[in-house]
């Protein structure tokens, strides 16, 4: 297998290069109903595992935190926040986008494959949109599922993003949801993001292990490997998808993916 810090360097360096744009979109979920959404859906998803505890009691982790969207809402819900992004230049974005709660989050840069926490750190841990991303997605879910704390909860939203290089059908869904967008006047998320090199995103893609594999079957099948109960939830882009969204990325629906450490 490619040597992992390779492919580490070239995200480093390509979402370095997303920062600015990546966090126009988080502002803009952050003006729009998207905020209150999904920190609806955040808040539902702590409820039920903790249902007798406080949000404040809360102690949360983020991976990839990006421009810091999930940080933020868990913020404003009281919980005890912190964010880790591989990419000094997202967490710069982060902390602007944070404003007056940036000083409430613990932002650090780490690797989500090699996290530097103790074991059973956490109450949760939520990431949304990085796992397709990592070169070794396994050892990123035996980390997380390491500082979980008994009774934890593992939130974890993501889709196949790219299935389509490796699939014909992927693909005719993938270039018909581009002729859609084209159609309907939409922004094409997918295509005019600022700082988006589409070709070396591909790339990427093409090298790590997620983008050909079926999942959510695959995060399962390997959570439960590791003493988690996981289930799926496959329809959550219902809930918290804006109707840009939904047009762009009909053929990649975003799925939930569940999982509870068990008591000792």
Not at 165 to 174: G, P, S, V
Not at 213 to 230: N, Y
Request: one cysteine or more; hydrophobic letters at 40%; aromatic letters at 10%.
């Amino acid at each position: 297998m490619e040597n992992r810090d390779t492919i580490l360097e070239e995200n480093r360096s390509y979402w370095s290069g997303r920062a600015a744009g990546y966090s126009a979109v988080n502002r803009w979920e952050l003006s729009t109903a998207q905020r209150q959404k999904w920190k609806d859906c955040l808040r539902e998803e702590l409820v039920r595992q903790f249902p007798a505890r406080a949000m404040d009691a809360l102690r949360v982790l983020e991976v990839g935190t990006g421009p810091g969207f999930f940080a933020i809402l868990l913020c404003e819900l009281g919980c005890d926040v912190t964010a880790l992004d591989l990419t000094p230049a997202m967490l710069a974005e982060a902390k602007k986008n944070a404003g007056e709660l940036a000083g409430k989050i613990r932002w650090m840069e780490m690797n989500a494959e090699a996290l530097t926490f103790a074991d059973a750190s956490f109450d949760a841990v939520v990431s949304r949109n990085l796992t397709w991303n990592l070169p070794h997605p396994d050892a990123a879910y035996a980390e997380w599922a390491r500082v979980l704390r008994p009774g934890g909860l593992l939130l974890n939203f993501d889709a196949n993003w790219y299935a389509y290089l490796f699939d014909e059908k992927a693909q005719t869904a993938y270039e018909q949801d581009r002729r859609n967008s084209a159609e309907q006047g939409v922004r094409d998320q997918n295509l005019e993001s600022e700082g988006e090199h589409f070709d070396v995103m591909e790339d990427i893609a093409r090298r790590v292990p997620l983008s050909q594999l079926r999942r959510p079957a695959w995060d399962l099948a390997r959570l439960h490997a590791l003493g988690l109960r996981a289930r799926a939830d496959e329809q959550i882009w219902q809930r918290v998808w804006s109707e840009e969204e939904r047009l762009n990325f009909a053929s990649t629906p975003m799925f939930l993916i569940i999982a509870r450490k068990g008591q000792c």
